[in-house]
């Protein structure tokens, strides 16, 4: 057995090249995260979510009001999100401690044992709601008004497009998901449903916050995705897409797009939520444009169908990449797509920004 096998990859300040980098990179916390549907949380229900280990209590009060704490009583350290919520506030399951939305203890309800000597509150996180998602902010509160939530004027207004959002949660590294999503070289991994086919890369570029390129290529190739699209529209023989840090988003014919949003749980498993969004699609045998609610309804049967079945098949291959770059991280990079080391450095570059600034004493004291 080689000395790879028996090591483990490096961390952050010990890797050589851009990919041992960027699998060791976290996500820049300063940044809005999808963290969960606005309708998985009910009224007085309570979930965990997890960004980069760090267990985090997000409930939903009586009054609608979503609630994002630190994910744990200050008396036994117990999670909250094993308790329950009581109007606005968190009760602990053990001995009943109310945590309100401000992180502060407000009820210990059983006084006659004395009052607890507890002055620290719980961290609390900024939180909306947008796209029928919920949004986290797991950085300095202080900076949420500064780094946006990424506009997406088709799905606002009187007349939204048709979409939906589909996530899965694998097994991998998100720099790994981000080298996956971004990188058409890999059609044979999804020649039975061929969303592109003979990818071509055309332009590429870069700067401090985004990697852009663009492909032509067949896109929608499937016997069942193929028949929907609108090709006297719309262009599908190319596409563009954007690694926009923490993000990506896709956009074909500027009448198909798709945004990425990663949510990184620790260093090998990663939730992603894919929103796609549809100008309109194509019904076999009639000619006119669909109009939004009929594409809406084709969208719901296609998401199970086909949409689905491609991203699994992505994870399939990520999950099985992760193993292999455990055991073979210090292999030569071997890449005939120029743009991956891109986005490798970019995810790299990012994470080494935020350990800078964690390092000054104002950060350090804000975070």
Known sequence: MNNTQTKSPPAFAEAKNPRQKARASGMDPNHWYVVEYDSAVKKE????????????????????????LQNRCLHRQLKLTLGAVDQCNLRCSYHGWSFNRDGRLEDYSHDSFGKPLIKKQLRTYPVQVRYGLIWLFPGDPELAGEHKIPEIPELTGDSPWANFVSD????????????NICDFSHAFLHRKYKPFIDAKL?????????????????????RISGIFVDRNRVNTRSIELCYQYPYQW?????????????????????????????????????????????????????????????????GVALEAEMLAYETYWDEPPIELNPVVPMFQRLTARKWEEHLARKETPQATQSE
């Open 250 to 314: 896709t956009n074909t014919g500027d009448s198909i797009k798709n945004w990425s949003f990663m949510l990184p749980i620790d260093e090998r498993t990663t939730r992603v939520f894919f929103l796609f969004y549809f100008d309109a699609l194509t019904i076999p045998l009639i000619s006119m444009k669909t109009p939004k609610w009929l594409t809406q309804i084709v969208l719901n049967i296609a998401k199970p169908l086909v949409f689905k079945p491609i991203l699994e098949e992505d």
């Open 45 to 68: 229900q309570v979930k965990e979510v997890t960004f980069w280990n760090t267990s985090i209590a997000l409930y939903r009060g009586d009054d609608g009001k979503l609630v994002a």
């Open 168 to 179: 899965l949660t694998w097994h991998t590294h998100h720099s790994m998901v981000m080298d």
């Open 202 to 222: 055309t332009h590429h570029e870069a700067d401090d916050d985004r990697v852009y390129l663009t492909y032509d290529a067949y896109m929608a190739g499937g």
